[in-house]
């Protein structure tokens, strides 16, 4: 007896997946994408870093906008145009996310990244002023002159360069600039130092 109602929870469960499983094959059969290998899909992508580089910025150009990957069984879209990903994220509506980000919460705990609905639009709501672009007006110069000094770094270079380490100086100039009000020129002795905490 015990064994029948297992057995009739377990079939609801593996139907209730298997439904919204089509509905999301359904929902984004029709759309463009990079041919997929059987089982796997893209996934062997991961393992790959100069394959995954390519696909990435060339598939706007071959695709379109919104392009269908498969993670495994798993399809997924990915939005490349502005035009398509603003209303998607000023959305209040569409606030759950995937199952996947329910894997997260075991290392991240539940935040703005892995919350849902209620939850996330009341952390939503506290930050929102923060972003307000008023406030990220005032903040302008100091991007600017971040970008600026990037760039400048490159100007004279003709080889390969490791551009993680200049992005996070850039970052650190900006930050130490918004938040600390300590100028670029200030930094310098710190950007220097290997061993500095904020290079850590």
Known sequence: MVLSYLAVIFVAVVL???????????????????????????????????????????????????VKIWLTFFPTVL????????????????????FFYKL???FLGTGLVTSNGKDWRSHRRLLQPSFHQGVLEMF????????????????DTSSPVNITRHMNETVLEILNDTVLGVQAGDTTKLR????????Q
Not at 52 to 66: D, F
Not at 83 to 92: F, M, W
Not at 144 to 154: A, C
């Open 104 to 106: 997260l919460d075991n």
């Open 192 to 199: 220097a130092d290997e061993n500095s905490p904020f290079r």
């Open 79 to 98: 939005v490349l145009s502005p035009e398509y990903l603003q209303p998607i994220l000023s959305s209040s509506k569409h606030t759950d996310k995937s």
């Open 16 to 66: 209730y997946f298997l439904t919204n499983w089509i509905k999301c094959v359904m929902a984004v059969w029709g759309l463009p994408g990079p041919p997929a290998v059987p089982v796997l899909g893209h996934a062997l992508l991961a393992s790959d870093n100069k394959r995954l580089v390519h696909m990435g910025s060339n598939a706007y150009l071959e695709y379109g906008p919104l």
């Open 140 to 155: 302008l110069a100091a991007f600017h002159d971040g970008s600026q000094r990037l760039v400048n770094r490159f100007k």
